[in-house]
């Protein structure tokens, strides 16, 4: 605490007000594993581990993310209510606006774990009863209309968050793609992709080519946007790195949601999982690129697990198109790769539990200011950020 007040020149900030936007992705990462177990659970996959393993990690994984979804929603309600100053300065943030999806995608993911899959039939007919069969320990499935009701709640803030961004992007003169692209920005993207692929599978066609198509047309355009490192983009802090990974997210789920609307793993699906396999071997080769986000525990660390798991979902579905040995190898790999990674970092928040709940100044670039309400230099032109340079008002 002393230390805190010392780097900063200001008394700690309250927990609400320290419980930060980007910390929703530890929930959709959970909720990803969830969807991964619940998708291999249900296929006709030949693995070496008993079909019940995969119920069970996936039964955990969904009580443990819509458990941490459910408190973090109801921290930041209550961030919103009492610290609302710092809301709006995290949604005139270029980073933590983008993390403002995470709960909403969390909770498609999550809905979807309740939906029938296409492959229940194949488990169905193959597995037969028993405690090796995927009978035992079975949830069942939610009633159609709920589940379209659950998903238009979802999507509507999903397409709120959308239409303001998006708009700024066209309109806002300091708030260009160019100038305010991070790798976060991604999320944005990702959300369109999984309401899409929730939408197909309760079969509504119409809605899911409309998330799909501004989804894919947006996301070109942010790939491009990156991949061109534009000079008047401001380079990402070391800390925050991890987020990179969000570039193999976007490809994956794309390549998953067309597939639900198409009804198999087309050559489009392909494509786009084969640039996502590119781009997460381009990355894993640069192992000093993560070097100073890696010396000391921070949740940016949770922005490595979504990726992964989402590369792995792909992979579950593409070894099921291609069904070759190859394919299946790299699907169990993928997938107890993220497993492994879920676990540790699991391990890890609950260890240095105190390093999540920090600060801006310790995560975000040395430009953000940290100030208190009553400060004189607080004023409204300050909802007017340049690129470079962010000011947050944090409470006392």
């Known amino acids: 605490m002393a230390r805190m007040q010392q780097e900063t020149g200001h008394p700690p900030s309250p927990f609400l007000a320290r419980f930060h936007a980007d910390l929703f992705r530890v929930s959709m990462a959970l909720a990803g594993q969830a969807l991964l177990w619940r998708t291999l659970s249900s296929g006709s996959f030949s693995d070496p581990w008993p079909p019940l393993f995969n119920s069970i990690v996936e039964k955990c994984f969904w009580l443990l993310a819509a458990l941490v979804l459910s408190s973090s929603s109801l921290a930041y309600l209550f961030k919103s209510i009492f610290h609302f100053h710092v809301v709006k300065a995290e949604f005139l943030d270029r980073w933590r606006v983008n993390y403002l999806f995470a709960p909403w995608i969390a909770a498609i993911l999550l809905l979807q774990c309740l939906l029938p899959f296409r492959y229940d039939h194949e488990r169905s007919s193959s597995s037969g009863s028993g405690l090796g069969g995927s009978k035992f320990f079975n949830w069942g499935h939610l009633a159609l209309p709920i589940s379209r009701a659950l998903w238009c709640a979802c999507t509507a803030a999903v397409l709120l968050l959308e239409v303001k961004i998006y708009g700024q992007w066209f309109t806002k003169g300091k708030r260009f793609l160019s100038t305010v692209a991070n790798p976060s920005t991604h999320l944005s993207i990702i959300g369109n992709f999984a309401s899409a692929q929730a ?24 790939f491009v946007t990156l991949y061109q490192r534009l000079p008047c983009n401001a380079s990402s802090p070391a800390r925050l790195q991890p987020a990179i ?15 639900s609307i198409s009804g198999h793993f087309d050559t489009a699906c392909k494509m786009l999982y084969f640039l996502s396999i590119f781009l997460f071997l381009m990355l894993i080769v640069r192992p000093t690129l993560f070097a100073k986000a890696m010396k000391k525990f921070n949740s940016a660390w949770w922005a490595y697990v979504f990726p992964v798991t989402t590369l792995a979902l792909s992979s579950a579905e593409y070894s099921v198109e291609v069904g070759s040995a190859v394919a299946h190898g790299i699907r169990r790999a993928m997938s107890l790769i993220s497993l492994a990674m879920t676990l540790a970092l699991i391990l890890l928040t609950l260890v240095y539990r105190k390093a999540v709940f920090v600060d801006d100044t310790s995560l975000f670039p040395k430009q953000t200011k940290v100030l208190p309400i009553s400060s004189p230099t607080a004023s409204p032109a300050m909802e007017e950020h340049v690129p470079d340079q962010t000011t947050l008002e944090v409470g006392r």
Do not use: T
């Open 199 to 222: 939408a197909a599978r309760l079969n509504w066609m119409e809605p899911a080519l409309f998330l799909f198509s501004v989804g894919i047309v947006h996301y070109l355009v942010v």
């Open 245 to 259: 990974f969000l570039s193999i997210a976007a490809p994956s789920m794309a390549s998953v949601a067309w597939a």
